[in-house]
């Protein structure tokens, strides 16, 4: 297992045929508050963030590490799509040590039918095959949640188990390193 602080961050600008995956910038903050307060973006994921909270909380450069990308169209953020190491506290582990690399994403319900998180998630994923070789990845999401379901599985993962996690059913799933 590699860390994903020992990957150079950030690395260019990832292009697909209609979005740029880059970096945040201080320019994403008005769109990142947008995204984690809105109800029907957060619906589920415990539901949206107060506004002043995430404002105050929230810093001039949003969730600037390694793994996590702004999804930008026409020179806007749209989403952003993360790769971060699953808590080992938490349910859903495909190793006994657990830490898999975890795929989220998140979209503006403007950008939403497009098939803009597909090609997002895509383009994360082959930068990750890159950085990290032979890494499976995971993500979670609620049953409830068909249209992430159905994302997973065009992406490639595969369920592995369901549990109960945050008062509601989780399907967990893994896509296999090619």
Same mark, same amino acid.
């Given at each position: 297992?590699?860390? /994903? ?17 880059? +970096? ?30 995430v404002e105050q909380a929230m810093?001039?450069?949003? @969730?600037?590490?390694? #793994?996590?990308? =702004?999804?930008?169209? *026409? ?5 952003? =799509?993360? $790769?971060?190491?699953? *808590? @080992?506290? &938490?349910? #859903?582990?495909? &190793?006994?040590?657990?830490? +898999?690399?975890?795929?989220?994403? /998140?979209? /503006? ?12 998630? @895509?383009?994360? $994923? ?10 499976? %990845? =995971? ?11 159905? /994302?997973?599985?065009?992406? #490639?993962?595969?369920? %592995? +188990? ?5 008062s509601a059913e989780q399907w967990? #799933? =893994?896509?296999?390193?090619?």
């Amino acid at each position: 297992m590699t860390d /994903l602080e020992a990957i150079a961050w950030p690395p260019s600008p990832i292009r697909t045929e209609r979005l740029v995956l880059r +970096e945040p910038e201080a320019r994403d903050r008005a769109a990142v508050i947008d995204l984690f307060t809105s109800p029907e973006a957060r619906e589920y994921l415990g539901g949206p963030r107060p506004r002043a909270e995430v404002e105050q909380a929230m810093p001039e450069t949003p @969730t600037r590490r390694p #793994g996590v990308f =702004v999804a930008e169209l *026409d020179g806007t953020m749209i989403g952003l =799509v993360t $790769l971060d190491r699953r *808590d @080992t506290d &938490r349910p #859903g582990h495909v &190793r006994p040590e657990g830490l +898999e690399p975890e795929l989220s994403y /998140l979209f /503006l319900p403007h950008a939403w039918g497009h098939g803009y998180a597909t090609e997002a998630c @895509t383009a994360a $994923l082959g930068w990750f095959d890159g950085a990290l070789p032979g890494e499976p %990845v =995971v993500l979670c999401t609620q049953t409830a949640n068909e249209r992430a379901m159905r /994302l997973a599985t065009k992406l #490639g993962f595969a369920e %592995v +188990e369901r549990f109960e996690e945050f008062s509601a059913e989780q399907w967990f #799933g =893994v896509r296999l390193p090619s």
